[in-house]
């Protein structure tokens, strides 16, 4: 098969309904063939943004979403050990997700995840009622460099400001920026608690990541909010 | 109506047997795959119809309650706890809806509320039940307790939340949700007492998010009192349960007499696809909760997405198609809730009221909860007079016909809809509210007459 099937086929499989690990073998074939891996990016970044595109439209939903983040990051796998120093790597940030302890709510959450897995980020994705000192031992063991934090239910909002508190008593507070969302999460709310941000929405997490990581600055030192 | 132990015991001994499912396993092959084969094999898929948004197609609503049907019956109900589906036969799931009752009363001492199955176009009054579990501070939740249950459009109590303890934050799964549950309590008897409505029925316990608030406040001295008062169980998307509900549900059954309610919810967009996906997925997940939980009341609704309300002419159409289903294909006592976006003293609050509640109204549902102002966003967002304006769509609808709640509609929809995602603010209760007369200020009930008027003119019977 030919570098332009291939690429071709990779970004089908984006789109079919092809189980997650059934773009691996076209991944490893596109290594193999000794094509360079920053085309193949672009073509899966080309197909994820379709992706994104068609679920906007109302054509695709969650799920779909979802399947088409795993898949990215499966062909990140395989593609990133193969990259030059310093090429392609846009980002490469590295972000610890969940949603704050006694909320079990998680479409909010899967949604930035996809959203950060697709814009190129690492994410480490604890699930649902993770308990603050969690977020804070997976951000200090895992090098984090963003831990993002959900909740939608009132009575779980305390949690937010308590990672945010235990990270200061374990002196991490300044090595890794902390971001809040959720339905009752608004940016006073926010910049109240200490957070480095607050995005409304899934595709504002992106842009607040983004900020945050390329704006230079360090934690706990500015406030971004993307409405 | 008790919990039948041997049912209940059933629900518990297969969450421990049933078939293994991982959670990503379930929200991105089970659910979307299994209804949108059961959508294509009933020939459901783009059945929604926006310029109409309140369905008329009653065999339509016929076809979605068999495709329901058979979607709970495939499917199931995922427990998160042990990753294990909760399975009923299809002759369960009958009976399950079976021995829910048509028609139940709770409160007491005069305040008691009967809540009856409604059909479509059926003139019997709707059950209002008020306010969502909208975050307040403590100093404002007893007045605005007082102030909703003095509306007389208003038959039970379910909110607001609390955001503290005696001053402390309340946290999820802490000693302090347990103690919240009876201070909540505490603090609605002090309101109802002051407006005269000691006896109102409650939903319990909206403050607490997992199982801790109905432990700590239901069924025992001073508590919310099993019998008058109905325990909320509400599961999260999609169609799944946990222990912690379950956790109340065995409560509910240990402190006898006890009524539950069942609800969930579906986002169009979401693990359930498009606006047809979410209403099947209701339908399914309505049956399943009616037979896990036996509840009397309750059902899932849809929402959208997009904009986190179910007033926009999709999510209204589903509305209208889950509850016309279960009010044609079910005695049960169905309720939904009603999610605005805007908040107080805007017009957009009082359109997305009319048109929502209406579309409840005419459609069989035996009651709503709501409102759900400013998409509960905000602390202190809530008042007594949108409650009061919604209840009195809602109860002065019924007995409309399907084709006339059209037109009112789509007169209403473009004074509005434009703007869901915009989802003004407006103000707190402690900005257009006295708390000492528990008055609206003259910009918030100039307002409320001025949209009334509107929708007066535009036909709703609100005269």
Redesign the interface.
């Known amino acids: 098969m030919g570098k332009e099937e291939l690429l071709a086929r990779l970004k089908q499989k984006f789109f079919d309904e092809s189980y997650e690990d059934e773009i691996v073998p076209v991944a490893q074939e596109i290594v193999a063939q000794g094509i360079d891996v920053l085309e193949a990016i672009q073509a899966a970044s080309e197909a994820i943004r379709q992706v994104g595109d068609a679920?906007e439209a109302?054509e695709l939903?969650?799920?779909?979403l979802?399947?088409a983040g795993e898949k990215m990051k499966r062909c990140m796998d395989i593609f990133r050990p193969h990259l030059k120093a310093g090429a392609g790597e846009a980002k490469g940030g590295k972000v610890v997700l969940g949603t704050v302890?006694?909320?079990?709510?998680?479409?909010g959450k899967?949604l930035v995840g996809t959203m950060l897995t697709v814009g190129g980020y690492e994410l480490i994705d604890l699930g649902v009622?993770v308990p603050p000192l969690e977020f804070v031992t997976t951000a200090r063991d895992k090098g984090a460099d963003v831990l993002a934090l959900s909740a939608l239910?009132?009575?779980?909002l305390?949690?937010q400001q308590?990672v945010i508190q235990l990270l200061k008593e374990t002196g991490l507070r300044e090595k890794v920026f902390v971001i809040v969302g959720g339905?009752?999460v608004?940016a006073e709310f926010a910049q109240r608690i200490g957070a480095d941000g607050w995005a409304e929405n899934a595709a504002g997490a992106l842009k607040l990541v983004d900020r945050i990581l390329a704006g230079g600055g360090k934690p706990a030192q500015t406030f971004v909010a993307i409405g | 109506m008790p919990v039948d132990r041997e049912r209940l015991l059933t629900v518990l001994e297969r969450a421990h047997t049933g078939p293994v499912c991982e959670t990503?396993e379930w929200?991105?092959?089970v659910?979307?795959g299994t209804l949108r084969s059961i959508l294509r094999k009933y020939e459901l898929e783009k059945t929604c119809d926006p310029a109409n948004p309140i369905n008329m197609n009653d065999e339509l609503a016929d076809r979605f309650f068999q495709a329901g049907l058979e979607a709970a019956e495939q499917i199931g109900l995922l427990c998160?706890d042990t990753h294990r589906i909760i399975k009923f036969s299809r002759e369960e799931l009958l009976e399950g809806l079976e021995a829910a009752p048509a028609e139940f009363t709770v409160g007491e001492n005069g305040q008691e509320v009967t809540f009856k199955h409604r059909g479509l176009n059926d003139p019997t009054e709707p059950v209002w039940i008020a306010p969502l579990?909208i975050?307040v501070t403590e100093e404002v939740f007893v007045p605005l307790v007082e102030g909703i249950a003095r509306e007389e459009v208003v038959d039970c109590i379910e909110g607001p939340?609390l955001?503290t303890v005696y001053g402390h934050?309340?946290?999820?799964?802490?000693p302090f949700?347990l103690m919240v549950g009876k201070y909540q309590a505490e603090l609605n008897y002090e309101a109802l007492r002051r407006a005269g409505r000691l006896g109102m029925p409650m939903y319990v316990v909206g403050?607490?998010?997992?199982h801790y608030g109905v432990l700590g406040g239901y069924g025992i001295p001073g508590g919310f009192k099993p019998g008058r008062d109905i325990v909320l169980l509400l599961s999260?998307?999609e169609m799944k349960t946990?222990y912690?509900l379950l956790h109340r549900l065995v409560q509910v059954y240990n402190c006898g007499d006890g009524l539950v309610y069942g609800g969930s919810w579906s986002?169009i967009?979401?693990?359930?696809?498009?606006p047809e996906?979410a209403t099947l997925s209701c339908i399914a997940c309505t049956i399943l909760l009616y037979t896990a939980y036996q509840a009397v009341n309750g059902a899932s609704f849809p929402y959208d997405?997009k904009y986190?309300g179910n007033c926009g002419r999709k999510a209204l159409w589903a509305l209208s198609m889950v509850f016309q289903t279960l009010s044609r294909n079910t005695h049960i006592c169905a309720n939904s809730v009603l999610n605005q976006t805007a908040g107080p003293v805007t017009d957009m609050l009082l359109y997305e009221s009319a048109v929502g509640m209406m579309t409840l109204a005419v459609s069989g549902a035996t009651s709503c909860t709501g409102t759900r102002t400013a998409?509960?966003?905000?602390?202190n967002y809530i008042t007594p007079l949108e409650v009061r304006f919604a209840g009195e769509v809602f109860k002065r609808c019924a007995g409309m016909s399907r084709e006339r709640a059209n037109e009112i509609a789509n007169q209403l929809l473009p004074r509005y809809e434009d703007r869901l995602m915009e989802k003004p603010a407006g103000k707190s209760f402690l900005e257009c509210y006295d708390l000492k007369t528990l008055q609206p200020s003259d910009e918030w009930r100039k307002l409320y007459e001025t949209i009334k008027e509107e929708c007066i003119k535009a036909g709703l019977p609100l005269a």
């Open positions: 679920y109302g939903f969650l799920p779909d979802m399947i302890s006694g909320d079990i709510h998680d479409i899967n009622d239910m009132t009575a779980s305390p949690y308590e339905g009752p608004t | 990503y929200d991105t092959r659910i979307p998160t579990s975050a939340s955001e934050k309340v946290r999820a799964g802490s949700e403050t607490s998010p997992t999260p998307v946990t912690e986002m967009g979401g693990y359930a696809g498009g996906g997405l986190m998409g509960g966003r905000f602390t």
